[in-house]
């Protein structure tokens, strides 16, 4: 069955320069969430998009910025990169049936590694 | 506010043994939902079990078994007979009534399983 893609796998930036992340949600998924997961942390949610609409929007620094396109796929913006900001960054996304959480289940991507140097 | 609580920073047992992993949770709403995850080395987030607040009964799924205790707030997560494909990264989770997915995620406990 088909996962959640993304893209790239691996990053290596420079600082300040910037960085493009992209999510292909499960088929037929409407919802995708993006966390990011430093070093030995916990995943922090950032944002998320529900039928291409800005859901919710968590611990996400002005610098980035992400949209979710007609096709479902979502994108994550991060500009003037900091060393912070190496991180594991998951993409996950769910079929919100009816806006009810109890019939959702999500489905993580295997994530990006964004290195800053 | 919201806030998981894993105090079990790394656990190490021989294979085969049992093994509890501790999550204590902290939430104002009433209604809620908890989860479990793993993060194996290759770290992708591999989706373990979700529970509702309104639903208290331990669930069991193979070498699995989770102890949801309202009382105490806690979602406990046992690996029966554990084996080296268990060690990885543990993490539970909580999310509100809200409808999605924003979880608060506790820090995790790294769980090694020798042979």
């Known amino acids: 069955a088909a996962g959640v893609i993304q893209s790239p796998r691996h990053l290596i930036k420079e600082k300040r320069e910037t960085a493009t992340l992209k999510c292909y949600p499960i088929?037929?998924?409407?919802?995708v969430y993006w966390y990011q997961q430093g070093p030995g942390q916990d995943p922090q949610f950032l944002i998320s998009?529900?039928?291409?609409?800005?859901?919710d929007k968590g611990s996400i620094p002005d610098r980035f910025s992400a949209q979710q396109f007609s096709d479902y796929h979502s994108e994550l913006n991060m500009s003037s990169l900091e060393l912070g900001d190496s991180a594991l960054y998951f993409c996950a996304s769910s079929l919100r049936t009816g806006g009810d959480i109890r019939n959702e289940k999500l489905f993580f991507g295997s994530g990006t590694q964004l290195s800053v140097l | 506010a919201q806030k998981v609580t894993q105090a079990q920073t790394e656990i190490s047992v021989v294979e085969k043994e049992d093994v509890t992993l501790d999550c204590v949770y902290e939430t104002r709403d009433t209604t809620y939902y908890l989860f479990w995850y793993k993060q194996p080395p290759s770290g992708e987030l591999v989706f373990l079990i979700r529970?509702?607040?309104?639903?208290?009964q331990n669930e069991i799924s193979g070498r699995y078994s989770w102890n949801f205790q309202k009382s105490t707030s806690s979602f406990n997560f046992t690996i029966t007979a554990s084996q080296v494909v268990d060690s990885a990264v543990y993490f539970c989770a909580l999310s509100g009534p809200s409808g999605t997915y924003k979880y608060i995620f506790g820090t995790g406990t790294r769980l090694k399983v020798l042979a």
């Open positions: 088929p037929r998924h409407d919802t």
């Open positions: 998009f529900y039928e291409k609409m800005q859901s």
């Open positions: 529970r509702n607040s309104f639903d208290e």
